[in-house]
């Protein structure tokens, strides 16, 4: 089956400490990327990659890393979390190309809570 | 920068249609889409539809695109208590392959 996996689906973790959220695809897509979900501002942009080794700052990267070693792989990484980055993480792939319409699948999303 | 834009609720009964209105301000925008969010679940593509296309039907699914206004709108015929949901509207930004979202449209449907 198709799919986007993210783990965990829940983290509570204490500021400072870090933590990683792994994604994998097994659709074979180039185009991975990491969203922020939170109330009243809908999804937002955190990294993308357009392939493996390749990757690029989207609109609320402070704050996270992210790394591309290999295609299916797209691990967001927290060096230090921090209270405001209590939010909804998705992650997100598509074939590459941008002519024709690749919608992106998403994985299911992983709550993360930071005091 | 890009914006898109939806009204935060909408409450329908069971069998009603549902009209989820979005507006967005990228002028170059050449695809945009209509995902549903179930609660605890990531989101899934309900359809899209090209700049060049005033509309689609899909099944109980007709998405409309005012180029001219920026205007883009999703209709459920025969609403039923599953559709229950939040809505996202977006736009792609093709040199990213980015999505702008709206912040979501809470659809209730009353039995």
């Known amino acids: 089956e198709a799919q986007v996996t993210q783990n965990p689906r829940y983290l509570i973790t204490v500021t400072g400490k870090k933590l990683t959220v792994t994604c994998s695809q097994n659709?074979?897509?180039?185009?991975m990327s990491w969203y922020r979900q939170d109330p009243g501002l809908g999804l937002r942009q955190i990294y993308y990659?357009?392939?493996?080794?390749?990757?690029d700052k989207g609109d609320v990267p402070e704050g996270y890393k992210v790394s591309r070693k290999e295609k299916r792989n797209f691990p967001l990484i927290l060096e230090s979390p921090s209270p405001n980055q209590t939010s909804l993480y998705f992650c997100?792939?598509?074939?590459?190309?941008?002519?024709?319409?690749?919608?992106?699948?998403f994985g299911n999303g992983t709550r993360l809570t930071v005091t | 920068g890009e914006d898109v834009e939806q009204s935060l609720f909408l409450s329908v009964r069971e069998g009603d249609s549902s009209v989820i209105n979005c507006t967005y301000t990228?002028?170059?925008?050449?695809?945009l889409y209509w995902y549903k969010q179930e609660p605890g679940a990531g989101l899934q593509l309900l359809t899209y539809?090209?700049?060049?296309?005033d509309m689609k039907q899909d099944q109980r699914l007709t998405v409309l695109l005012n180029k001219k206004d920026k205007h883009l709108s999703l209709r459920i015929a025969d609403t039923q208590t599953g559709d229950s949901a939040i809505y996202f509207c977006?736009?792609?930004?093709?040199?990213?392959?980015?999505?702008?979202f709206g912040s979501g449209t809470r659809l209730q449907v009353q039995p």
């Open positions: 990228d002028s170059s925008s050449t695809y």
């Open positions: 997100a792939s598509s074939a590459t190309g941008t002519e024709n319409n690749s919608p992106l699948h």
């Open positions: 990659s357009m392939n493996v080794e390749v990757t």
């Open positions: 977006a736009d792609l930004d093709t040199g990213r392959r980015a999505l702008t």
């Open positions: 659709m074979n897509h180039e185009y």
């Open positions: 539809i090209f700049s060049n296309m």
